[in-house]
Nanobody
Framework: QLQLVESGGGLVQPGGSLRLSCTAS???????VSWFRQAPGKEREGISC????????NFADSVKGRIAISRDNEKNMVYLEIASLKPEDTAVYYC???????????????????WGRGTAVTVSS
């Protein structure tokens, strides 16, 4: 069974930072990975993605300049680092993987093949 598990969420003060991890139970080599978040009462939004090779990344305007995404295919993990956290970053953060066997350098926020259950991030003083 293909599983993704997010970790690293929690309560953070405004201005703080954190690193979220996404661990796969399967080989991530053939998958692009995306991070989404859903704030209370809002729709889910894609905030960052990374291609299979790690050479292509994308960031939503709402977080651009404050986040970094990286992957370690040997460990089957993807990381999302968020700095200068704001209360509006409060949300459940999900990672998702999309099989892109024929594409080494693309990523997107479309239909995903595997989803994690999410990790909650609360930004509050």
């Amino acid at each position: 069974q293909l599983q993704l598990v997010e970790s690293g969420g929690g309560l953070v003060q405004p201005g703080g930072s954190l690193r979220l991890s996404c661990t796969a139970s399967f080989t991530l080599d053939y998958y692009a990975v995306s991070w989404f978040r859903q704030a209370p009462g809002k729709e889910r939004e894609g905030i960052s993605c990374i291609s299979r090779s790690g050479t292509t990344t994308n960031f939503a305007d709402s977080v651009k300049g404050r986040i970094a995404i990286s992957r370690d295919n040997e460990k089957n993990m993807v990381y999302l680092e968020i700095a200068s956290l704001k209360p509006e970053d409060t949300a459940v953060y999900y990672c998702a993987a999309k099989s892109l066997i024929f594409s080494w350098s693309t990523c997107n926020y479309g239909v995903m093949n595997v989803w994690g259950r999410g990790t909650a991030v609360t930004v509050s003083s």
